[in-house]
């Protein structure tokens, strides 16, 4: 059993900057997989990042949505159990509350689908005005 809990969320002005963070409670996190994803009103929870497990085949490996990709930066700290959500060039439509969660399929890379993932944080709120 794994429990998640996201903080960093908040308003922000268009072309600004937050850190998401995801602390994990257990010993195991190096060994999961962690991705990053996000649910606006009225839309489907939709892939954002995701990080493989620490493991030597992966080492470490990243993995992003277009929508994203060169603005955000997914990273991890297992001493820490945390990891982290790097968000630039922030723009209105990334509004949304942003969920980690954890996937212990290590077999294979990258996971993208919500399904695949076992553990859920609550959630926190991500505000980008124009």
């Known amino acids: 059993q794994m429990q998640l809990v996201e903080s960093g969320g908040g308003l922000v002005q268009a072309g600004g900057s937050l850190r998401l963070s995801c602390a994990a409670s257990?010993?195991?996190?190096?060994?999961?997989?962690m991705g990053w994803f996000r649910q606006a009103p009225g839309k489907e929870r939709e892939f954002v990042a995701a990080?493989?497990?620490?493991?030597?085949?992966?080492?470490?490996?990243?993995y992003y949505a277009d929508s994203v990709k060169g603005r955000f930066t997914i990273s991890r700290d297992n001493a820490k159990n945390t990891v982290y959500l790097q968000m630039n060039s922030l723009k209105p439509e990334d509004t949304a509350v942003y969920y980690c969660?954890?996937?212990?399929?290590?077999?294979?890379?990258?996971?993208?689908?919500?399904?695949?993932?076992?553990?859920w944080g609550q959630g926190t709120q991500v505000t980008v005005s124009s």
């Open positions: 969660a954890a996937d212990p399929r290590r077999s294979s890379w990258p996971h993208w689908n919500p399904l695949e993932y076992d553990y």
């Open positions: 257990g010993r195991t996190f190096s060994t999961y997989h």
């Open positions: 990080i493989s497990w620490s493991g030597s085949w992966s080492g470490g490996s990243t």
